[in-house]
């Protein structure tokens, strides 16, 4: 931790001197191009106390949250249902890599005109950029399954449901956390690529209308937020994590 803290402090002030002094170039264009940290943070300070970004952050983590939510239990549940299902899988194995091909930047406006400029195209983005992370991750988490385990519960007698609780379903869960904490954060892009392009709130249309009038500590005040509640939830998915996967034993020590 105090080595975590030490890159931070070490990269907040390579961004002051850089901004502040002449060591680059004119501190007058470098403040207008990267802004400082002093400015930052006192602008999330402002949004804070003035209560302006509460509103904005509440809709895109709304957003976020219903994309994370519905995209990884449909992850979860098709890629159970493709592992399980050999010639499911075989026959819509080319349709689905298709669809993961597709650039997601080109189905925000298609998402737009489709379900109009509430939150709901915003999901739907979010949804397209979390599926396919949790799909594939659970898919090859239930097919790495050691046969040796699989052998010896099916010669202790356990059905298919007993299978599925106590053999599959903690291969996977490894697999499964892995793409949740990936998917947090692109839950959170979708939503807010989504706003950046069209929408009334949200902090992708705080930085969209900082980034109209050259508002450079605005759009870098709303990153940081941004990424300050990207953490704050990654490690709430560690702790459940944590609680589910208790019962994996610890690499050892060497």
Do not use: C
Request: net charge positive.
């Amino acid at each position: 931790m105090a080595l975590r803290i030490l890159v931070g402090i070490g990269m907040i002030a390579t961004w002051h001197v850089v901004a502040e002094t002449s060591l680059v170039g004119d501190p007058l264009t470098m403040r207008f191009f990267f802004s400082t940290p002093l400015d930052v943070a006192g602008r999330i300070a402002q949004w804070l106390l003035h209560g302006t970004i509460w509103y904005h952050l509440g809709v895109t983590l709304l957003e976020a949250a219903l994309a994370f939510g519905i995209g990884s239990l449909s992850g979860v549940v098709v890629g159970f249902w493709f592992a399980r299902k050999p010639l499911v899988a075989a026959v819509f194995d080319p349709y689905v890599k298709a669809a993961n091909a597709l650039p997601r930047v080109v189905l925000a406006p298609i998402f737009a005109l489709w379900l109009g400029l509430g939150i709901w195209s915003k999901v739907a983005l979010g949804f397209t950029l979390v599926f396919f992370i949790v799909f594939f991750n659970v898919y090859q988490g239930v097919k790495e399954v050691s046969p040796v385990v699989l052998a010896n519960a099916r010669m202790l007698g356990m059905n298919e449901r007993q299978l599925l609780r106590h053999v599959y379903l903690p291969s996977a869960l490894s697999w499964m956390f892995s793409s949740l904490h990936t998917s947090v954060g692109f839950a959170m892009v979708g939503a807010v690529v989504g706003e950046y392009l069209g929408s009334a709130a949200g902090l992708g249309y705080l930085i969209q209308q900082a980034e109209g009038v050259f508002d450079v500590t605005g759009v870098f005040a709303g990153m940081f937020v941004l990424m300050a509640f990207v953490i704050l939830i990654d490690w709430l998915v560690t702790l459940v994590e944590r609680h589910l996967l208790s019962w994996r034993p610890r690499p050892a020590a060497t």
